[in-house]
């Protein structure tokens, strides 16, 4: 297929094939909530509303459909790449629901309908609208990468330049069979280190790269080196114009909180640089800090019959030590605070070695209980009383010992700026499998992208993720 093709394909044919689907769906959608709401037992729940029959409720459901579709739009539900990323989809229509939930009852308090909408109706057409919504997106995911679609949705991208960060790309889309970036290859410099393991395949050298980019039909090109000449920089740029090809930069002066850069001028002189992240605004900070007490509270009184039943237990199986274990934790603006967790271990494991680091299930110093405990995650129901003491939030980076902190902090790039947010009991590095004794680099990596890209949509997908993969395979 040619290149013309292919992008119409991408650009045209694939977003509104998504927009009919995301149409229908969420006309069913509106229309279970209009049944849950005014057709099925579920009817008696609330107030009766006269006259709400489907066939004078259809125009508002009309305008309901137009609203969800604008607010998806809006939140960039048809960009193609989503259709590879479901759970960035999944983001972008929680987003668009919710917009649409406020609005919808807003311009009904103003223009007052009839017959009225019911917030019951609205609260279930939103419940169903994101169910169906999110389950049609997933099957046409499923669809796309089981059949020769994937290829062709696929961009293809070249890196330029073959380095530490290149290497990390390269392995970030080669990792995953359906990205929505194609690795083609690379483009090498003269003093390109041009040896390693799982290299991608070398394309050429820079002086080739017209030709190279027409060859292998790429739709974007990745600098990963910074150390070029003005001139070389205008010339690579210059020959992507020509071949229409997108140019992109992997800028290695900013490796983290790139979301924060923002362009700004001292005088006349532009200065690029990092402002206050939205994570720490004012305004923000409310917004978490009360969801936060409302999920520590609805936490605590949901969570306290299945405690009480683990500490009859841990009292039955080690009756000398204490139900709660407490241990010191570093938490942010790197202030210590007291953890709590139900107590899987003998109760001398932890004074035993303060550098000691638990390992898996087979570990002797764990009770027979602690193994359940900690595969499910039951230990850390405590938790929940110390987001609401304001120590802890429901999301963010795992708190570690003051011991941790300090060999960490010497030993991974970038490590202590986890420390500028509250520790959480939840995570995106903990939702993506990276929990126990796996990679100590890429875990902060992903707690850098959360506080760089944090928005109350993140932290709601966190927790729904949460309860999705809520074993813990990895646990230690």
């Known amino acids: 297929m040619s ?5 119409s394909l991408r650009e045209t044919a694939v977003p509104l094939t998504l927009l009919a689907g995301d149409t229908l769906v969420t006309f069913a959608g509106l229309t279970l909530g209009w049944w849950l709401r005014y057709a099925s037992p579920l009817r008696r729940i609330g107030i009766d509303v006269p006259g709400a029959t489907f066939d004078r409720y259809l125009p508002l459901l009309l305008v309901g459909v137009a609203l969800l579709l604008g607010a998806f739009a809006q939140f960039g539900l048809y960009d193609v790449r989503l259709v590879l990323r479901r759970y960035q989809s999944l983001n972008a229509i929680l987003k668009g629901a919710a917009f649409w939930l406020v609005a919808y009852l807003g311009v009904s308090l103003v223009l007052k309908f009839d017959p009225p909408i019911s917030r019951l109706f609205a609260v279930e057409a939103f419940a169903c609208v994101v169910g169906l919504l999110y389950l049609w997106r997933t099957l046409a995911y499923l669809a796309v990468a089981r059949s020769s679609l994937l290829a062709r949705l696929r961009r293809r991208a070249v890196l330029l330049g073959w380095n530490t960060e290149s290497r990390a790309l390269a392995a970030e889309i080669s990792h995953d069979a359906t990205h929505p970036l194609a690795l083609v290859g690379i483009v090498v410099f003269p003093t390109d280190d041009k040896t390693g393991e799982n ?54 002066a900013f490796d983290i909180f790139l979301s924060g850069l923002r362009l700004q001028t001292i005088g006349r002189v532009p200065v690029l640089g990092v402002e206050e992240l939205a994570i720490n605004r004012l305004l923000s900070r409310g917004i978490k800090r009360g969801l936060d007490i ?14 009480l039943v683990l500490a009859v237990l841990i009292k039955r199986e080690s009756p000398g030590g204490p139900i709660l274990f407490r241990q010191t934790r570093i938490g942010s603006s790197h202030r210590p605070f007291t953890l709590y967790k139900l107590r899987s271990m003998a109760p001398d494991a932890d004074v035993t070695d303060a550098a000691q680091q638990s390992t898996a299930s087979a570990d002797p110093r764990l009770l027979r209980l602690g193994a359940f405990l900690r595969r499910w995650n039951l230990d850390e129901l405590p938790q929940f009383w110390n987001v609401l003491r304001g120590d802890m939030s429901l999301v963010g980076p795992r708190p570690e010992r003051p011991y941790h902190v300090d060999q960490l902090a010497d030993a991974i790039p970038h490590y202590l700026p986890r420390h500028l947010v509250k520790p959480g009991m939840t995570g995106w590095a903990q939702v993506n499998g990276l929990r126990g004794r796996s990679d100590l680099n890429a875990r902060v990596q992903h707690d850098i992208y959360y506080i760089g890209n944090w928005s109350i949509w993140l932290d709601v997908q966190i927790v729904l993720l949460t309860f999705v993969r809520w074993r813990n395979t990895g646990a230690y």
Request: aromatic share 4%; hydrophobic share 45%.
């Open 294 to 307: 409302i999920g520590a509270l609805v936490g605590l009184v949901f969570s306290s019959p299945i405690v």
């Open 3 to 7: 290149r013309t093709a292919t992008n």
């Open 199 to 252: 290299e991608p395949r070398q394309l050429g050298a820079v002086a080739d790269l017209e030709s190279i980019l027409k060859r292998e039909s790429a739709d974007l090109l990745i600098a990963t080196r910074l150390d070029l000449p003005r001139d070389e920089v205008r010339r690579i740029v210059e020959t992507c114009e020509r071949a229409y090809v997108e140019w992109k930069i992997v800028p290695g």
